[in-house]
């Protein structure tokens, strides 16, 4: 009685395949169709991509090793690799103060020579060469800030008159530094925040004396308000931008020279050098001018 139970709760064994007959063959899967990139753009498309699809609790390991290695896989040289990294810890400035005036800083790219020196020589040029002090030395960033004390106020003055080592009348000079396999890139950013914000308040003085003109011109004609206030604000940055520019052009020529002279392990300006300089040229001046006649 138990057995006939039992057998009845089996359950029912398959069909079997008759004698003779081949096992059927799994059907094939549809090909998967190759990624098609046309562009390096398009590489760093489909890339960003795949990090927006990264969970948002887990970070993406970005070290030195894994970006040398997706560059090899991409075939980008080393010292473009680090020139993007110097790049990338710039500041990037984008507001709507940055898109009417400019941006409040400036830099300058370049690959250097590997070697122990580095941070040795990028300290000689900001204190000897523009006669700054450096207050921080953190891995792979020197930070350097303006001497306010009355040497560091000559040494700006003798420097701005001999038209070179003008870092100093800028508050902040920071040094990124990135190496990529062996190769090394460096980045000169100056901070210009302080002259911006001259700029834009002079243009804001030059727009708001605009616009009381405005104003009492439109006690006179009133239809005229509608096309002379916006001119007013738009003369205002138009003044602002003019005065920011050629602090942004100083800035600029400072710091393309100094990466220049860094990577071609050049001896920055001295304040003697300045000094001499200078003493030379008011004695080529002296000899040029005609000396008056004792006679007449």
């Not at 898109?99 to 409040?104: K, L, S, T």
């Not at 891995?139 to 009355?150: L, V, Y």
């Not at 003085?205 to 006179?220: C, E, Q, S």
């Given at each position: 009685?138990?057995?006939?139970?039992?057998?009845?709760?089996?359950p029912p064994e398959p069909p079997r395949r008759p004698e003779g007959m081949a096992e059927a063959a799994p059907a094939p899967s549809a090909p998967v169709a190759p990624i098609e990139v046309g562009t390096r753009d398009d590489v760093g498309r489909v890339i960003g991509r795949a990090l927006e699809h990264e969970p948002a609790n887990e970070t993406v390991a970005t070290d030195d090793e894994v970006l040398s290695a997706v560059a090899r896989e991409l075939d980008v040289?080393?010292?473009?690799?680090?020139?993007?990294?110097?790049?990338?810890?710039?500041?990037?400035?984008?507001?709507?103060?940055?898109?009417?005036?400019?941006?409040?800083?400036?830099?300058?790219?370049?690959?250097?020579?590997?070697?122990?020196?580095?941070?040795?020589?990028?300290e000689q040029w900001l204190e000897r060469g523009h006669g700054?002090?450096?207050?921080?030395?953190?891995?792979?960033?020197?930070?350097?800030?303006?001497?306010?004390?009355?040497?560091?106020?000559?040494?700006a003055s003798v420097k701005a008159a001999g038209g070179s080592g003008r870092l100093g009348r800028f508050r902040t000079t920071t040094v990124h530094t990135a190496t990529v396999d062996d190769r090394t890139a460096l980045g000169v950013e100056v901070e210009l925040i302080e002259q911006r914000g001259r700029a834009v308040l002079g243009g804001t003085?030059?727009?708001?004396?605009?616009?009381?003109?405005?104003?009492?011109?439109?006690?006179?004609v009133s239809p005229l308000v509608a096309v002379a206030a916006p001119a007013a604000v738009v003369g205002g940055a138009a003044v602002a931008r003019k005065s920011y520019r050629k602090h942004r052009e100083i800035a600029e020529v400072e710091a393309e020279e100094m990466a220049d002279g860094l990577a071609r392990n050049h001896r920055p300006p001295r304040l003697r050098d300045e000094v001499e300089s200078r003493i030379r040229g008011r004695s080529r001046r002296s000899l040029r001018e005609p000396r008056p006649d004792d006679s007449a």
């Open positions: 009685m138990t057995d006939g139970g039992a057998a009845a709760a089996r040289a080393p010292e473009h690799l680090a020139l993007a990294v110097v790049e990338e810890r710039a500041s990037d400035d984008t507001g709507l103060v940055a898109r009417i005036v400019g941006p409040a800083t400036v830099s300058a790219q370049r690959v250097v020579l590997v070697d122990d020196a580095l941070v040795d020589r990028v700054l002090r450096v207050v921080a030395v953190d891995g792979e960033q020197i930070r350097a800030i303006r001497r306010t004390d009355k040497l560091g106020k000559i040494t003085v030059a727009g708001t004396a605009g616009l009381g003109v405005v104003a009492l011109g439109a006690v006179i």
